[in-house]
């Protein structure tokens, strides 16, 4: 049985109690963070595990907060640790490339002022930071930040209607 923990503004509140009140804001809360209901469950199961020992100290501060804190960091931890990349034995033998959709994106650039096609040359293609690519053309971040939004806008607008008469 559940022990009460000290009193939180006059009342008691024991882990249960918590966790009956709280579980399914934090089971969604779970389910947000790992875009998976039952991998969000499986988050709210670990993080109020880690929070029942510490219970004593947590519940007079903000417990909600705390286990939610430690459902971020486990979080972190399991995204941070899964390979994004598929290794194999044996490497690629060749690199297939659609010749007509990059004839498309680069007719697209061409249509670009020299500003924004700059822009997305360095930011997209050379992968420079917002930072980097406005000290190398001498302007501000925002301006980076503009016109990349505006070549990108163009961009998406141009090879959507290619796509269309495809």
Not at 12 to 35: C, E, I, M, N, S
Not at 55 to 67: F, H, K, L, M, S
Request: net charge positive.
């Amino acid at each position: 049985m559940v022990q009460p923990t000290r009193a939180t503004r006059g009342a008691v509140v024991t882990f249960d109690d918590f966790v009956h009140a709280r579980l399914p804001h934090l089971l969604r809360f779970g389910r947000a963070l790992t875009g998976d209901e039952h991998r969000g469950a499986d988050l709210v199961q670990d993080a109020l595990e880690r929070a029942l020992p510490k219970w004593e100290r947590i519940e007079a501060v903000d417990p909600e907060g705390y286990v939610r804190r430690i459902m971020v960091n486990r979080n972190i931890s399991v995204w941070r640790r899964v390979r994004h990349e598929r290794l194999t034995d044996t490497p690629v033998d060749r690199v297939s490339y659609d010749v007509q959709r990059d004839e498309a994106l680069f007719a697209a650039l061409r249509t670009l002022p020299a500003r924004q096609r700059t822009v997305i040359a360095l930011r997209y293609l050379a992968d420079r930071t917002e930072a980097q690519t406005a000290s190398m053309m001498g302007c501000s971040i925002g301006t980076v930040k503009s016109q990349a939004h505006a070549a990108m806008t163009t961009l998406r607008a141009l090879l959507a209607e290619q796509e269309e008469d495809r």
